[in-house]
């Protein structure tokens, strides 16, 4: 079984141009293909993860990967499944974003060697003639096309600047020009971004005669059809100081019973005939299974020296003594209490494992909080001093997120 029927039967495989060429060319390792990546923050996040697995398959059977960081593109924005334009970010916020990105990709691809390419699209774009793009690539690009795109289409009852219109015509010249640069004959994309990489091979096509491909691969939605990745206190982040491994372990440890088989095919390497046979499995079974794939995308991630820690720290949590060690915890100092006191809902917003306090009150009546294991039912409820026996308290939020607070003189 190639490269190419591994991913059909794992179900990333959304949509492509023409694709026995492209099994053609992944399954020979003859591809040389591109992901980009627009650096809006300073960490990657789970957003951005099945694109790092699906380099690191190609990778692995031959095929030569290339990061294109949007250098230039992130000045503009991309408006795809956004309805409202994004946050203007520096050019000093994009670099620093873009350092930030090559240290956490060089975990999934390996560019040593000229094994693989980091590029930033800053090296061509910003150096372009408005007038000489209008020429040469403006030409090639029907209005009336680029309005029917759904990335457009989504904005137009909103307001689509002219600003983010443009943002077709630069993904499709990044396209061009590293076939030009590079031989990159085919590009991977999310799903929501066919109509910007179709742009990019019609324009390899009309300016150079030539064939290029592209390969859309599936969203990873939950089975509300929801993007996953995101949580009550935000995205789930790949840098461990945004996001500790420890919570993002507990994040694949919580899926939905009916996403845990999808996110195995989908993110991890475990081979798909073992996966296949866990799609029988119910119960307590399919507790192991997110176990396993917690585990494999922890490791993924942080190595698994912090895998195998976050994954004693889970179990020690459900078994009758808890291990505090490798729970995630913040720390609070004399000054937060008011005469050695602070009240449960404020602390729970101090230490943000509530979004408001209106979430904490509303927890709290519902019985879903605990402070070292017992059951806080009153709003008025207050933490002393006293509390903090051995110089920390350990508070649980319904029944699967436990956290550790230090008290710091």
């Given at each position: 079984?190639?490269?190419?029927?591994?991913?059909q039967?794992?179900g990333?495989?959304?949509q492509?141009?023409d694709?026995q060429q492209?099994?053609?060319l992944v399954n020979?390792g003859?591809?040389?293909?591109?992901i980009?990546f627009?650096p809006?923050a300073?960490?990657?996040?789970?957003?951005?993860?099945?694109?790092?697995c699906l380099?690191?398959?190609?990778?692995?059977?031959?095929?030569?990967p290339?990061?294109?960081?949007g250098?230039g593109?992130?000045?503009?924005?991309?408006?795809?499944g956004?309805t409202?334009?994004r946050q203007?970010l520096t050019k000093e916020?994009?670099?620093?974003n873009c350092?930030?990105f090559?240290?956490?990709?060089?975990?999934f691809?390996?560019?040593?060697?000229?094994?693989?390419?980091?590029?930033?699209n800053?090296d061509?774009?910003?150096?372009?003639?408005?007038?000489?793009?209008?020429?040469?690539v403006g030409?090639c690009?029907?209005v009336n096309?680029?309005?029917?795109?759904e990335?457009y289409k989504q904005?137009?009852?909103?307001?689509?600047?002219?600003l983010?219109?443009n943002?077709?015509?630069?993904?499709?010249?990044?396209?061009?020009?590293?076939?030009?640069r590079?031989g990159?004959?085919?590009q991977f994309?999310?799903?929501?971004?066919?109509s910007n990489?179709l742009g990019g091979?019609?324009l390899?096509r009309?300016?150079l005669?030539?064939?290029?491909?592209a390969m859309?691969?599936?969203?990873?939605?939950?089975?509300?059809?929801?993007k996953?990745?995101?949580t009550?206190?935000?995205?789930?982040?790949?840098d461990?100081e945004?996001t500790?491994?420890?919570?993002?372990?507990?994040y694949?440890?919580?899926?939905a019973?009916?996403?845990?088989?999808?996110?195995l095919?989908?993110?991890?390497f475990?081979?798909?005939?073992e996966?296949?046979?866990?799609?029988?499995w119910?119960?307590?079974?399919?507790?192991k299974a997110?176990?396993?794939?917690a585990?494999?995308?922890?490791k993924?991630?942080h190595?698994?020296?912090e895998?195998t820690?976050?994954?004693?720290?889970?179990?020690?949590?459900?078994s009758?003594?808890a291990?505090?060690?490798?729970?995630?915890?913040?720390e609070?100092?004399d000054?937060?209490?008011?005469?050695g006191?602070?009240?449960?809902?404020?602390?729970?917003?101090?230490?943000?494992?509530?979004p408001?306090?209106a979430e904490?009150?509303?927890?709290?009546?519902q019985?879903?909080?605990s402070?070292n294991?017992?059951?806080?039912?009153d709003?008025?409820?207050?933490?002393?001093t006293?509390d903090?026996?051995?110089g920390?308290?350990?508070?649980?939020?319904?029944?699967?997120v436990?956290?550790k607070?230090?008290?710091k003189g």
């Amino acid at each position: 079984m190639g490269v190419y029927e591994d991913l059909q039967r794992r179900g990333l495989i959304a949509q492509t141009t023409d694709e026995q060429q492209i099994r053609e060319l992944v399954n020979s390792g003859k591809a040389v293909f591109y992901i980009g990546f627009d650096p809006t923050a300073d960490s990657l996040h789970v957003g951005h993860f099945m694109a790092l697995c699906l380099m690191k398959r190609l990778q692995m059977a031959g095929n030569k990967p290339i990061a294109l960081l949007g250098g230039g593109t992130g000045l503009i924005g991309d408006p795809t499944g956004k309805t409202d334009m994004r946050q203007m970010l520096t050019k000093e916020d994009i670099e620093h974003n873009c350092q930030c990105f090559k240290k956490q990709m060089s975990r999934f691809i390996d560019f040593s060697d000229d094994k693989a390419l980091l590029v930033n699209n800053a090296d061509w774009l910003l150096d372009l003639n408005y007038v000489e793009l209008l020429r040469e690539v403006g030409a090639c690009f029907s209005v009336n096309r680029m309005l029917t795109a759904e990335c457009y289409k989504q904005r137009m009852e909103r307001g689509l600047s002219f600003l983010e219109f443009n943002y077709m015509i630069m993904q499709s010249y990044d396209f061009y020009s590293l076939f030009k640069r590079y031989g990159c004959n085919l590009q991977f994309g999310g799903d929501d971004q066919w109509s910007n990489m179709l742009g990019g091979t019609e324009l390899i096509r009309r300016k150079l005669g030539k064939d290029s491909h592209a390969m859309t691969i599936t969203l990873l939605l939950n089975s509300e059809g929801k993007k996953m990745g995101k949580t009550e206190k935000g995205a789930v982040w790949l840098d461990p100081e945004k996001t500790s491994p420890f919570d993002f372990f507990q994040y694949w440890r919580n899926v939905a019973d009916s996403d845990v088989i999808k996110c195995l095919k989908m993110l991890t390497f475990v081979p798909i005939e073992e996966i296949e046979a866990m799609e029988k499995w119910e119960g307590s079974e399919l507790n192991k299974a997110k176990e396993i794939l917690a585990f494999e995308l922890t490791k993924l991630v942080h190595g698994e020296e912090e895998a195998t820690k976050a994954l004693e720290g889970a179990r020690a949590l459900f078994s009758s003594k808890a291990d505090t060690d490798n729970m995630p915890q913040s720390e609070i100092t004399d000054a937060d209490l008011t005469d050695g006191r602070i009240g449960l809902i404020d602390l729970l917003s101090l230490i943000k494992l509530v979004p408001s306090k209106a979430e904490a009150r509303r927890l709290i009546q519902q019985g879903g909080i605990s402070v070292n294991d017992e059951k806080k039912t009153d709003v008025k409820t207050e933490i002393s001093t006293d509390d903090f026996k051995d110089g920390f308290i350990v508070i649980k939020k319904g029944k699967k997120v436990f956290h550790k607070v230090k008290l710091k003189g």
